[in-house]
């Protein structure tokens, strides 16, 4: 098997990156540093396109918006593998897995890993020309979402990382507690039509640096996960959070009354104005209405040995 290393020079604070590129290039491992947005994604059909029989695996190098790259490029290939060697702040969606997370940044454990199926969730927008895309994780909308682009600017100040990171930009965001208006319908004919506070899609379990926000997802069931949070006071916020941080917000009795939790093979999202913010694995696009699929078995993903 071939194995490509594609790293994001520009993941967390860049330091971690730049190690980990002069490890590959003392060991004579193939190396590809991405020079922009889109570019990994590109190189990866690229590299596929030009050897269909012969097996890759693609490490992606850098935090979860990195890895969606990575996911998207190989997707629909059968002689391609993925993996993530984490350097980014974030690094969720590799909590979904109980290998130890040290293994994960091991050259040796991930060069002898193997891999197992996973499904995606396919999104597109539904204006012409628009394409089809993949995530292996999560998007949020409203609340969520606007926390994800706080963080861009929180994340910046020394020595915030992680689940750090992310509840100091639920509480700057809190200030305004922005939701978003949306008109969402469900595979099996029932809606949700109004404002909410938040939204959450699931493949995966975490999202922010750690928190459980979908406690009920599996990466291999054939079902995406939605929790919708209507909206809710600045009061009932603040013992929310706790409960959603460690994934048992939907267990309690206080919460059930404002809080759709449904999981699901399909559905389509629309806002009440044309375009609204929609956060995939970490990166936030503008969007108009969307279509969610599952994709089950859709890539192979590569857990590095114990």
Not at 28 to 33: E, F, Q, S
């Amino acid at each position: 098997m071939k194995h490509i290393f594609i790293v994001n020079p520009m993941s967390g604070q860049g330091d971690e990156s730049k190690k980990l590129i002069g490890e590959l290039e003392k060991r004579k491992l193939d190396c590809y540093v991405t020079k922009g947005p889109g570019d990994g994604a590109n190189h990866i059909r690229q590299t596929c396109e030009r050897s269909p029989s012969e097996p890759i695996r693609f490490y992606s190098c850098g935090g979860d918006g990195t890895f969606n790259e990575v996911v998207n490029g190989a997707f629909g290939f059968t002689n391609a593998e993925v993996a993530v060697m984490p350097t980014g702040s974030g690094n969720d969606f590799i909590k979904n897995f109980t290998v130890p997370f040290g293994h994960f940044k091991d050259i040796d454990k991930q060069l002898s890993g193997s891999a197992v199926t996973i499904d995606l969730i396919r999104y597109q927008d539904t204006a012409e020309g628009s394409e089809a895309k993949y995530a292996a994780n999560m998007f949020n909308i409203g609340f969520d979402c606007n926390v994800v682009v706080k963080m861009a600017a929180v994340k910046k100040y020394p020595f915030v990382r992680g689940s750090l990171a992310y509840l100091l930009s639920i509480l700057l965001t809190l200030i305004k507690k922005d939701g978003a208006d949306l008109i969402i319908d469900f595979e099996d004919g029932t809606s949700h039509r109004g404002y909410v506070f938040l939204t959450a899609i699931g493949n995966g379990a975490f999202c922010g640096g750690g928190l459980k926000g979908m406690p009920r997802a599996n990466l291999k069931d054939g079902l995406m996960d939605i929790c919708i949070v209507q909206n809710v006071s600045r009061r009932m916020v603040i013992p929310l959070l706790p409960k959603y941080a460690n994934g048992t917000h939907l267990e309690d009795q206080k919460l059930k009354d404002y809080i759709l939790y449904k999981q699901c093979k399909s559905f389509t999202i629309r806002g009440f104005e044309d375009r609204w913010n929609l956060c995939v694995d970490g990166d936030v696009k503008t969007v108009g209405k969307t279509r969610f699929d599952i994709v089950p078995d859709a890539i192979k993903f590569s857990l590095p040995s114990l």
